[in-house]
C-alpha cells in the first residue's frame, strides 16, 4: 500500500514534458506591406491554428503544410519559393515518418516568397471566334496559377457557346524562367466539329410521360448546340417542382450530320404534398392555413394546389376572414417559355370598411421573353355581395360581376430573390375591368420598383430601397371593388403601423385610397456569415383622387431587424414603430422567410 502510494506522487510530481505546443509562429519575408498574402499563408497552414495535443498529428499536420502553402504561392504568382517548417528546431521534412514522433514544443513556419512572376508568353491556341481578351492572362501580367485556370476554362466555354459542344484542353507547356522571374505558358486546345441539337432521349422513370419532359426541356433538335440552352432546359424542369433532381448529358453519340444525341434523368418528387400552418397575433388573432398538392395531375407535371386560410380567428364570426382557392398550373403550353394557369376561389372577407362574399375565376398564361423578362396576361370573372359599413353605423348592400384583364411586365436583376445584395427588380401591373351592374369600366395600375447596393467587396453591408404606386382609375371609391383599392400598413407597406391601418375619408364613409405611394429603406448589416441587423424606416400615403390628389394621408414606421442566415434564405424578425400618428398597438412583430423586398 505504501509503495503504491510512493509510485503515484514521484509519477504526479515528475516533470513530464507536455504534448501541445507552446508556441507556433508564422514569419513571411520580402513581401513587406502585402498582408493579404501572408494571411492566406495563414488559413492555409493547419499547423498554425492545430489544438492537437498528439505529436503525431502535429508532424503529419506539419509535413502537409508545404503542400498547402506552396500553393497558396503558386497562385499568387511566387514561383521560386522557399518554405521551411522547423519542429523544436528541425525541419519538418526531416522526421521520418515511420519513427515514433517525439514530443514538440515549438513550431516555427518561415516563408521566403522569392520575386513574384509575371507572364512572357501568354497563349492559347486555336481562340473561338469573336472571343476577346481574357482578364489577367497577357504579357507581364502578374502571373497567377488561377488567372491560367479561368483563362482556359472561358477559352473552352468561348468554344462551346460556338457550337463546339467536344471542346477540350488538348496540350499544355508551362515554363518557369527563374532567372528573369518570368512564367510561359501556351496552352492548346481541340475545339472538335460544330455540332447541332440531336434526339432527346429520357433515361429514367418518371410518373411525367417522356414526352412531356421533352417538350417542357424545350432542346430545339437541329439548331447549333448552345451550352446556355442545356441550362435553361433544365431550369425549366427544376422549376416545375414535381423533380427533385434533373440531370442533362451530353452523350459523345453524334451521327453524320453532326446532331449530338442528349439525355435527360431525372427523379420524381412525392407525388403529393399535404401542408399546415399557424400564426399567432396579440393585434391580428390566429391565422390557420393548410394546402394539398399534386405535382402530376395528368401525366405531365400539372399541378393542382387546394389551399384554404381562416385568418383573424378571434372568437367574434364577424372579425374572420376566410378563403379556399384550387390552383392548376401547366408547363409548357405553346412552346417551353409559356405556361398555363388557372385559379377558382371563394373568399369571405370582414374588414372594418366592409364585408365581401366573393367568388372568382381567372385563366391566364405567362412567358419568359428572357432570363430578366416575364410577361402575364390573363382574363378572369367574378362575383361578390359587398356590404359597405357607413360611419354612422348604417350599411349598404350592392352586388358585383367583375370581368378583369390582368397583365402584367416583371424585370429582375436580382442575384437572389430571397437575399438579394445587387441588382433591381421592378413589376408593373394593369388589370383593366368592366362591371357589368352598373356598367361601369376602369382599371387598376400597380408599380413595384426595388433596387440594391452592397457598399463592400463582401456585401457586408447593403443599400435597399424600395417603391411602390399604385392607382385605381374609373369609378368613385364607393362603386369600385373593394379588393382594388389601396390600404397601407404592416408587414408589405409600412411596418410599425397595423395591417391597412390607413385609408380614406369619403365622407358618409371610410374605404381604401384610390391611389397609394410607398416608400421603404433598409440598411443591412452582416454582424457574422450567418447573423445580420437591419435598420429600416417606412411611410406610406393613400389619396381619394387617382393621382395623389384630392385628401389624402400618410404615416411612417421604423425599426430594427434581425436575419439569420440558411440555406433556404434568411429568417426574418423585425420589430417596428410608429414614427408618425401614434397607434396605442404598441410595437409590431414580423417574423418570415427571406428579406421584408
Known amino acids: 500500500m505504501y509503495l503504491r502510494t510512493l509510485f503515484l506522487v514521484i509519477v504526479l510530481s515528475f516533470p513530464w514534458p507536455s504534448l501541445a505546443l507552446d508556441s507556433a509562429e508564422l514569419r513571411v519575408d520580402g513581401v513587406a506591406g502585402d498582408s493579404t498574402l501572408e494571411t492566406e499563408i495563414r488559413a492555409a497552414s493547419v499547423l498554425l491554428s492545430s489544438t492537437s495535443t498528439a505529436p503525431e498529428d502535429i508532424l503529419a499536420q506539419a509535413q502537409g503544410d508545404y503542400t498547402r502553402i506552396v500553393e497558396v504561392l503558386y497562385a499568387n504568382g511566387h514561383y521560386s519559393p522557399v518554405v521551411n517548417i522547423r519542429l523544436d528546431g528541425r525541419e519538418a521534412a526531416g522526421f521520418d515518418p515511420f519513427a515514433p514522433a517525439p514530443v514538440i514544443r515549438t513550431a516555427r513556419v518561415v516563408v521566403d516568397p522569392g520575386p513574384r512572376f509575371t507572364f512572357g508568353t501568354a497563349r492559347i491556341d486555336p481562340r473561338a471566334p469573336g472571343s476577346e481578351r481574357y482578364d489577367g492572362f497577357s504579357s507581364n501580367a502578374p502571373a497567377r496559377a488561377d488567372v491560367v485556370r479561368d483563362a482556359v476554362a472561358a477559352a473552352i466555354t468561348d468554344w462551346r457557346q460556338a457550337g463546339h459542344a467536344k471542346a477540350k484542353l488538348a496540350d499544355q507547356s508551362v515554363v518557369a524562367r527563374h532567372a528573369e522571374a518570368q512564367l510561359d505558358v501556351t496552352v492548346g486546345l481541340e475545339p472538335g466539329p460544330r455540332l447541332r441539337f440531336g434526339q432527346v432521349v429520357i433515361t429514367s422513370d418518371s410518373g411525367v410521360r417522356d414526352a412531356r419532359i421533352r417538350q417542357i426541356a424545350g432542346i430545339p433538335r437541329g439548331e447549333t448546340f448552345d451550352p446556355d440552352t442545356v441550362e435553361k432546359a433544365a431550369t425549366r424542369l427544376r422549376r416545375t417542382g414535381t423533380f427533385r433532381s434533373v440531370t442533362l448529358t451530353e452523350t459523345d453519340r453524334i451521327d453524320a450530320a453532326g446532331e449530338m444525341e442528349m439525355e435527360i434523368s431525372v ?147 436580382r442575384n437572389s430573390a430571397l437575399d438579394a445584395t445587387s ?175
Open 267 to 413: 427523379v420524381d418528387q412525392k407525388i403529393r404534398q399535404l401542408g399546415a400552418g399557424a400564426e399567432l397575433s396579440s393585434l391580428d388573432g390566429l391565422t390557420l392555413s393548410a394546402h394539398w398538392l399534386h405535382r402530376n395531375l395528368f401525366g405531365g407535371a400539372e399541378r393542382l394546389r387546394i389551399e384554404t386560410e381562416i385568418a383573424q380567428i378571434t372568437g367574434t364570426a364577424e372579425e374572420t376572414d376566410v378563403r379556399l382557392s384550387f390552383g392548376f398550373e401547366k408547363p409548357a403550353v405553346y412552346g417551353p417559355n409559356t405556361d398555363f394557369t388557372g385559379e377558382l376561389e371563394f373568399a369571405y372577407l370582414d374588414e372594418p370598411d366592409f364585408v365581401e362574399r366573393r367568388a372568382g375565376l381567372s385563366l391566364g398564361v405567362s412567358r419568359e421573353f428572357s432570363d430578366k423578362l416575364t410577361g402575364e396576361i390573363g382574363i378572369g370573372l367574378a362575383y361578390s355581395e359587398i356590404t359597405d359599413q357607413f360611419l354612422d353605423g348604417g350599411n349598404r348592400h350592392r352586388e358585383m360581376i367583375l370581368v378583369t384583364l390582368p397583365t402584367a411586365l416583371t424585370f429582375d436583376t
Open 423 to 597: 441588382g433591381f427588380y421592378l413589376r408593373a401591373e394593369a388589370t383593366p375591368f368592366f362591371e357589368t351592374v352598373r356598367s361601369d369600366p376602369g382599371a387598376r395600375f400597380t408599380l413595384d420598383a426595388r433596387a440594391y447596393r452592397a457598399l463592400d467587396e463582401e456585401a457586408r453591408m447593403v443599400l435597399a430601397g424600395r417603391l411602390q404606386l399604385g392607382s385605381l382609375v374609373g369609378p368613385e371609391a364607393q362603386h369600385a371593388p373593394p379588393g382594388y383599392l389601396f390600404y397601407s400598413g404592416g408587414g408589405g407597406t409600412v411596418r410599425g403601423q397595423p395591417y391597412n391601418a390607413l385609408d380614406a375619408d369619403y365622407g358618409d364613409m371610410r374605404l381604401g385610397g384610390r391611389s397609394f405611394a410607398g416608400l421603404s429603406g433598409e440598411m443591412r448589416f452582416g454582424v457574422t456569415d450567418t447573423i445580420g441587423i437591419v435598420a429600416f424606416a417606412d411611410a406610406g400615403a393613400v389619396a381619394t383622387g387617382s393621382f395623389g390628389d384630392g385628401d389624402s394621408n400618410w404615416h411612417g414606421g421604423g425599426g430594427l431587424g434581425l436575419r439569420y442566415k440558411t440555406p433556404v434564405g434568411p429568417i426574418r424578425l423585425d420589430i417596428a414603430a410608429p414614427l408618425t400618428d401614434n397607434t396605442s398597438d404598441g410595437v409590431q412583430f414580423y417574423i418570415g422567410i427571406g428579406q421584408a423586398f
